[in-house]
């Protein structure tokens, strides 16, 4: 929608789509100058950290699960790492890969999901992935047969891949039948080719000149690209525990956003999520990841947001050879989980959600009920650098009509695939002209 | 030419997107049903919206907001049929937990500003709010039961869908059953089927996902699992959880919780 004339321009349209929750955004611009941008989110906020106070540690997992559907196996993982730092329980290694596992089932379905049905669109010019399939069925098809492969690595670890059941803190209630663990080898080897082709598509779209300058935070893998574990890192020297990163990061609410504003030391803005993981382990990629980042020209970094697209698809074809490596090495968990003795404490837990880092930390007490609890998604880390790229994209934009430029803007925000439902747990744009 | 399909909108409310997302998770089935419908509105998906009347509206998610109150009679104005979806549409869901809390409790221990907040008090299913044609149970729902749902609304027909018990798909797959052979806490005797037994059969007891079976005696649960061993609050925590806000399960609960919170129960 257009409104106002001369210098004036005003341009809103309601309800950004292909996003997971609901927001809207809005860029005002005056006398050609891009003067003020927002991000709003207004998904209903379900209070999770107030409705876990009383809850038993143990439940933790199954109802932050819940926050997002897109993702509950980062929130299963976080939690679990948060409450086993609390009682001081360590897993065996075979727990840790069995978990590796099932995050790879969800890196799959989540990037599949948001690279074809979500952003692809995008750059191809189509409304949705069901107008794209009627131009090249075949690439939708390979996109949901990913997904799908994604969801059989899910069902089989988990039990089943939306609110998986088979998570439990110390590990899980049983550890999966080896037939059928390796029966996911057949698959992934077709996905890992899938996603291999995914690369070379997304390579080849045109994307616009734009470049961020972005504070990179993510986990540092101990020798492997990090999901479950690790260190939290950034691009300008920072090295902490989870623990020490939390207390770190400062949340501000203002009344825009039912979504926490997330600050490092209180002041500092970050990205999270592929550009950061890739930029700050690049070299911990599988080496058939590596090979596609670099057949499709990624450099070392790569700091175009709407690139992002080919950084997912490289962690794709990442999360399929690190599927299919754990599958061929898999050895059960015996016991499948670790004992828990529950004793009072506080603990925080930090893993690479796909679509970036989200740490929760709790309170307990000594029978293991839940005190306090703090969760602090991706998109809240996100959202003050999504708002920065809004900037970006819409002052390089500018020369646009005003429906390209509406969606191009809309795009800059669906290049950090932000979950809403997370945060706030929608987004409207409205773009002003004065 | 004009497009005689069927029009399908996709709503969404308070929710975790789950329920949505496991109509893409038909990845078989997905271009299929939007070749047969037409989805008018469906923002997960797609940025083209048209305007109502649809035939059939799909609504995930719970009202929490005097804004979606109003929304939600919008939608019902401008559908011919309208389904829920989940826990949270069907019986508010895990955030219902907030309807047996003081007010402003909640807001007040997430935000620091909770007055740019409008959030209601309770979170409520759509049916507390317009009439429902079709309740679809599940936290998340079955993929099974959706495209079952799906086609029978498409063909003009009654869903076929079980009204009985966990237990009984435990029986139907052979699944040992935990309570009995080893005392599990375990929610299958009074919830939906709908998952297959799953975590029963992942050793784990059911802890009620798919919300209260047809006919369900929870008190009589409740007796078996406190004489095996369950204490009065873990078993007020199993019956409140994502569909605390369905009476035949949230009333358990707050029985089970009454002397403890002295009466503070609604």
Redesign the interface.
Known sequence: MTHGSGSHRTIAVE????????GSLRVDVRDGVVEDVALTIF?????????L?G??AA?AP??TA?????C?VAYQMSACAAVEDAVGVRVGHRVTALRRLLYCGEWIQSHA?HIY??HA?DFLGC?????L?ERD?AA??RG??L??TG?LVMETVG?????P??V?VGGF??APDPADVAALAGPLERARDAALATVSWVAGFDFPDVEGEYRFVALRGDGRYPMESGRVTSSDGLDVTAGGFADRVVE????RS?A?HARLDGRLEYLTGPLARYALNADQLPEVARRAAADAGLGPVCTNPFRSIVVRAVELVAACAEALRLVLAYEPPDPPAAPVGWRAGVGTGATEAPRGLLFHRYGLDDAGLITSARIVPPTSQNQLTIEADLRRVAQAGLALPDDQLT?RC?QAVRNHDPCI?CAA??LDVTVVHR | MTDERPTVAVWKFASCDGCQLTLLDCEDEFLAIAGAVRFAHFPEVSRASVDGPYDLSIVEGSITTEEDARRIREVRTSSRRLITVGACATAGGIQALRNSAADGAYAGAVYAHPEYLSSLGTSTPIAAHVAVDLELQGCPISAGQLLEVITAELAGRRPVLPSHSVCQECKAAGTVCLPVSRGTACLGPVTRAGCGGLCPSLDRGCFGCFGPSVGANPRALTEHLLEEGTTRAEAARLFATFNVGNPVFGDQAAALSAPERQGGQP
């Open positions: 309800g950004l789509s292909r996003v997971e929750g609901e998904e209903p906020p379900r209070f999770f950290e107030a409705l106070q809850r038993a439940e199954d109802i819940r926050i997002c559907g897109i509950p999901l049905l979500l669109p409304a949705d992935a069901v107008e399939a069925r939708v098809q949901l047969d997904k799908k969801n039990g089943r891949a939306v609110h059941v088979n439990k209630y049983r501000e609410h203002v009344a039912t926490l969606w809309e439902s747990h929608f």
